[in-house]
Structure formats: structure tokens, C-alpha cells
């Protein structure tokens, strides 16, 4: 025992292993031994998931949808894993890309997200949760007029409507992963911002 420490104490704080970057558990996941890779990729999962739903969910206005498309961000981010090198410590930025991709590539592809969309309703009433689930209806309802207006927005501030203020990505990631500056980032969010109220409030009077 050293002396003075108490009996049962854990180690000193110096002696307490820091937390894996995603950057270190990403080049694990790519190129470890299969065993390590899984469980680098299984902490990433959970250091990430749940900002990667609400991301989606945002994007989307769906529960369903935003499920699904966990799954396929995830999916795409293993089988791409040995290809792409995270060059911020954070792998949420492009995590977020791959998410804004996907929906974007399913609303053009198709119907089957817009269907969602369209079928999906409030969660099953509970007569003891009324008044929640009258917010959660009329939330669910302007979060969808929201994306329908993001929808309508020119493509270079759409880009940047669901990064920046649908998916709180910040100005110097979204400079990156867009390739532009960090100053062109703040006018598109300014002017992505401005249109964005227009259109919603032209509905609210339509």
C-alpha cells in the first residue's frame, strides 16, 4: 500500500487512463485486428448515437425515419471506415454529412422517406399524457414545416440550414467539410436564417 493513501482508494487521477479521441478510435476501427476494431467502432456508436438520431430526426421530422437512417449512417461509416481519415478530433461532423446525405439522397430517389413523412403520425394517445402529447403533436407539426422550408431553400444554404442550424454543426467544421471559409459559412447561415423566417411565416399567414 502507498503510504497514506486510504484503503480501497482508487488510483490518482494522473494514473486514470483519458478517454480514447474519436480520431484514435477510428483509426482503430479501420485498422485493428478485427476483435479491437468492433469494440472501437461499438464506442464510437455509443459516444454518438443519440446525436446522430436527433440529427436525423431533425432532418427529417420522422421517428421512423430518423431510426433508419442510425442504422444506415453506422452502416455506411463501417463499411467506409478504412477510407476516410477524421481530420478534426470529433467524428460528428462527418457523421452529419453522411446523415444530410442520405436524406437528401432518399428524397430524391424517392418516395419511400416522403411516405414516411406523409404516414407518420403523433405517438399512440395515453389519456394520462394528454396535454404531452398535444405539445408533442403540434412540435412534431412545426418541426416538419420547418424541414419542408429548409427544403425550399437555395442549394448552398440548404447545405448549410441543415448542417449549422438544423444539425448545430459549428462554423469551422461546416468551413471544412464544405470547403469554403468560415466567413462564407456566417453570411450563408445569416441569409439561410433570414429566408427561412420569411417562408415560415408566409405559411403561418397562408
Not at 3 to 32: K, T, Y
Not at 88 to 114: F, I, K, M, Q
Not at 157 to 183: K, M, N, P, S, Y
Request: proline share 5%.
Amino acid at each position: 500500500m502507498v503510504d497514506g493513501a486510504e484503503p480501497g482508494a482508487g488510483p490518482p487521477d494522473s494514473a486514470r487512463a483519458e478517454p480514447e479521441s474519436d480520431a484514435e478510435l477510428w483509426r482503430r476501427a479501420a485498422h485493428g485486428p478485427a476483435g479491437p476494431a468492433r469494440a472501437a467502432f461499438t464506442a464510437l456508436f455509443e459516444r454518438h448515437a443519440e446525436a446522430v438520431w436527433n440529427h436525423a430526426h431533425r432532418l427529417t421530422a420522422s421517428w421512423t425515419a430518423a431510426d433508419d437512417l442510425l442504422s444506415q449512417v453506422f452502416l455506411a461509416a463501417w463499411r467506409s471506415r478504412a477510407k476516410v481519415v477524421l481530420t478534426r478530433d470529433s467524428a460528428l461532423p462527418w457523421l452529419y454529412t453522411v446523415t444530410a446525405n442520405l436524406v437528401r439522397t432518399e428524397h430524391r430517389s424517392g418516395s419511400r422517406l416522403r411516405q414516411v413523412l406523409r404516414l407518420v403520425g403523433p405517438p399512440a394517445p395515453q389519456h394520462d399524457h394528454a396535454e404531452r402529447v398535444a405539445d408533442a403533436d403540434a412540435a412534431e407539426d412545426r418541426l416538419r414545416r420547418v424541414v419542408a422550408a429548409v427544403d425550399r431553400l437555395p442549394r448552398s444554404e440548404r447545405e448549410i440550414a441543415r448542417l449549422c442550424l438544423l444539425g448545430g454543426v459549428g462554423t469551422a467544421d461546416a468551413a471544412q467539410l464544405l470547403r469554403i471559409t468560415e466567413a462564407s459559412v456566417r453570411s450563408r447561415v445569416a441569409r439561410a436564417r433570414a429566408r427561412l423566417r420569411d417562408l415560415t411565416e408566409e405559411d403561418d399567414r397562408g
